[in-house]
């Protein structure tokens, strides 16, 4: 049959008819979008609620205008770095994606075979698909035979058979699924053997692929742990804010309106008779209301995890961890539950021989078999019963298998590294592999003439009355020694091909008669990625459950998930996807917590499994790599892409595992657990700060004192000095301990009891000493007297405010009482907290007015750092008190 293909004219009606091959983008969240969604988060509207109302009395002149401005700048840098970090790795996920549309496809177009790109594919161009190609768009075969793989599409492991539209039949909808799905492909699919030409029938978004992708343009996110537990602590520090603020702005009116007047009624009244002086307090109270709010909000949380983020983004792309979107690092750290692939993420995703046997079950080392005489009768079958091709390795490219079907390039790869063939023979007559029969034929001539046989050891075996002993000599079969290692072999989930020799000839189909000789089996297996036992274990360990999906048959699953650490004693549950299906919903949440392996998955099951565990509470998690996993992948809490699955599938997932392995998903679990682990430590950090600055705002003006904290100073200390802790404790080494913790509830508060005493100590003990600093007639000894008396003395609390913040530090990175605890792989955290005590210098030598600050002298700068210094003997006093409650 002559292929002609369309015309220049023909293409040009047609692509104004039926549109090009190209997909819909996903419409790619600009730069702006993401800044403006960002915007919706729970700790930053609290942020602009506050600087809305210093907006209102900046405007009546009742606070200076930088305070202002400095709210709005923590808002701008929060957002801006988290909207550049999520902006960048976008960009860094699209330039992937593209790679995609470079695909060139061979086309036949006006009588010649050319490349065109896979855009520019239309509706009734004529396609040559060869073994490797990834068909381009849905069609059906006019000319040739394949066998494709379509588990991207429909998760089915087995390889289907296309074949040409007989003459005179149409593919109408009244034709059975069978017949319409020999003769039809699907874009996506992948050529595993033979050659064909296809007729493209649907292009773009209306073949098989695109539609599954458009659809998965419509699903909605879910919350985060991350953002659920925020959303309640900003819940918390609002109410505690607002409450707060309002209760001391009376307790103000309330000490200036009675307390001032001596509880006398006559005084109250005259006092309040004096409009002009109650309008003033009344003031005075809402702004002392206003200073408490926004002295309780964390303004540096925000950029804090912006930042903590975006720095550990950078460190999980370099592990082969490319993170879409910036909520999937933390999520990862949080799973209960983890559904994943087998095929490429525990497995290689590869098959390979791993072993040879004789007829004795003597199993052969590979080093040593080449040299041996069943070793040469072994190569001589391996490389002439395939009609696949191995080249060798040039400067140019590596050595590979060219042709043949998955287990035909793992067998002949076997074969080719046992050297080179010891015998010169041609081929003289052949007949191909087929699922019915179950073996291949080749006769060859010359040195050694022999018809060589492959197949099933059922097929081989029961025609086999010799076999050949390591020197290659003839030998008696006893067929009952060889067949028990084959059995034993089958429940390792390892497959069995067998090799045997001939006298006789092939004719034409008819195989040989007489007896065979055996020379042996080849176990073959898609062996476990050594380190994915480890990385499994190690993700077990950490509270994660691990239900492997596989399309394999039950006992090939269990075999390799028994082998991969998966499935371990009597009460772990395999199911099969009939199995499942039969199963109510009510009935798989029962049998959850104990699900190990799903076999024979389909699609649906996956979509399921993540639907039920998550309204049982759970943080789920799914790996995917095809078309038909997105959904699935979707739907979870955080969907793991394979970098090497379809383009679908990584748009559907929040996480992109570059390297295909899932010790890179145990590692973004790591990754996730110590960013959540920074971030409680910075909430002790910074809520121990806000309590004492609140606790200081409340007691002073009840005393008749000047607030020792101005806005502009807690806002110095919230963005400026809680900025470069941020990058401290962003620094945070992953630590292997992390992943002996429990994974947090998806309700769980993300301050703990644990967390509540260390901010309560050191919030406690900074009001204390703080006090003792303003009211102490000794403390106040310590600093130089000016007119106000009041000068020095906030000048110095300022400092020792900061620097005793700075010191905390060191409490808050650890839990131990060893405060330099793995602060080896924290080398920035000592310049940080350096950086912060040398800007605090300088803020106390030149702050002036602004800051409110007017410079120490060396006796009076001892005195504030040893007040400031104190506070790391009463946490380490606490951790010991603790500890021994423990």
Known sequence: MAIHGLSKSQVEESLSQWGDNRLTEVESEGFWSKLKDNFGDPMIRILCVALLINVVFVFFGQTEWYEAVGIAVAVMLATFVSTFSEYRNENAFQKLQEEASRIKCKVWRDGTLGDVPIDDIVTGDCVLLQTGDKVPADGVVIEGEI?????????????????????????????????????????????????????????????????IASELQA??????????????????ISVFGYIGGATIALAF?????????????????????????????????????????????????????????????????????????????????????LFSDKTGTITKGQLEVVTFLD????????????????????????????????????????????????????????????????????????????????????????????????????????????????????????????????????????????????????????LPDGDWTLVGVVGIRDEVRPESIGAIHEVQNAGVQVVMITGDRKDTAMAISKEAGI???????????????????????????????????????KSRLVRLAQESGLVAGMTGDGVNDSPALKKADVGFAMGGGTEVAKEASDIVILDNNFASIDKAILYGRTIFNSIRKFIVFQLSVNVSAVLLSFVAPLLGMENPLTITQILWVNLVMDTLAAL???????????????????????????????????????????MFILLSPTARGWFRPDEGQSAYLFTAFFTFYVLLAAFNAFNARTDKVNLFDNIGGNKGFWKVILLIVVVQVLMTTFGGAVLRCYGLLPGEWAAVVICAFSIIPVDIIRKYIAKSGN
Not at 219 to 236: C, F
Not at 491 to 501: C, P, T, Y
Not at 744 to 754: D, F, M, N, Y
Request: aromatic content about 6%; some cysteine; hydrophobic content about 45%.
């Open 147 to 211: 066998k494709v793989d379509q588990s991207a599409l429909n998760g089915e492991s087995k390889e289907a058979r296309k074949l040409p539209v007989p003459d005179g039949e149409s593919l109408s909808e009244e034709k059975s699924m069978d017949f319409l799905n020999s003769h039809k492909v699907f874009r996506g699919s992948v050529v595993c053997g033979g050659s064909a030409v296809i007729e493209v029938k649907t292009v773009g978004d209306k073949s098989v692929y695109g539609t």
């Open 728 to 770: 401290a404790f962003g620094g945070e080494p992953a630590l292997a301990r992390f992943m002996r913790e429990k994974p947090k509830r998806r309700e769980e508060s993300i301050v703990s009891r644990a967390m509540w005493e260390a901010i309560l100590t050191g919030a406690l003990w900074t009001f204390v000493v703080g």
């Open 253 to 337: 009116l309330f000490q200036r309106i009675v307390i001032h007047n001596a509880f006398d009624m006559a005084l109250i009244l005259q006092y309040c008779a004096n409009w002009m002086q109650l309008v003033h307090d009344v003031v005075n109270a809402v702004m002392l209301a206003v200073i408490i709010i926004v002295m309780a909000v964390p303004e540096g949380l925000p950029l804090m995890i912006a930042l903590v983020s975006a720095l550990n983004m950078g460190k999980m792309l370099r592990d082969n961890v490319l993170v879409r979107k910036i909520i999937g690092i933390e999520t990862a750290g949080s799973l209960n539950i």
């Open 567 to 605: 499935l371990k004693d009597d009460t772990d549950i395999v199911l099969t996807s009939d199995e499942l299906s039969a199963l109510s919903d009510e009935d798989i949440k029962a049998k959850l917590s104990n699900l190990r392996v799903v076999a024979r998955a389909l699609p649906s099951d």
């Open 359 to 510: 007829a004795q079950g003597k199993v052969y080392e590979k080093s040593s078999l080449g040299q041996s005489g069943i070793g040469k009768l072994l190569s001589l079958c391996i490389r002439n019963s395939t009609d696949a091709v191995f080249t060798d390795a040039t400067d140019e490219a590596p050595a590979r298998v060219i042709g043949g079907n998955a287990t035909e390039r793992a067998v002949l790869s076997y074969g080719s590294s046992l050297g080179a063939s010891s015998f010169d023979v041609k081929k003289a007559g052949f007949i191909p592999f087929n699922s019915e029969s179950k073996f291949s034929a080749a006769t060859v001539e010359g040195e050694y003439s022999a018809t060589l046989l492959k197949g099933a050891p059922e097929k081989i075996i029961s025609r086999c009355k010799a076999y050949f002993d390591e020197q290659g000599n003839p030998v008696p079969l006893n067929a009952s020694t060889i067949e028990a290692k084959i059995d034993e072999l089958a429940g390792r989930a390892i497959r069995v091909l067998a090799f045997a020799m001939s006298r006789g000839k092939i004719d034409g189909e008819t």
């Open 219 to 236: 699903e909605d996110d879910r919350d985060s742990p991350l953002k659920v537990k925020l959303s309640k602590l900003a819940n918390q």
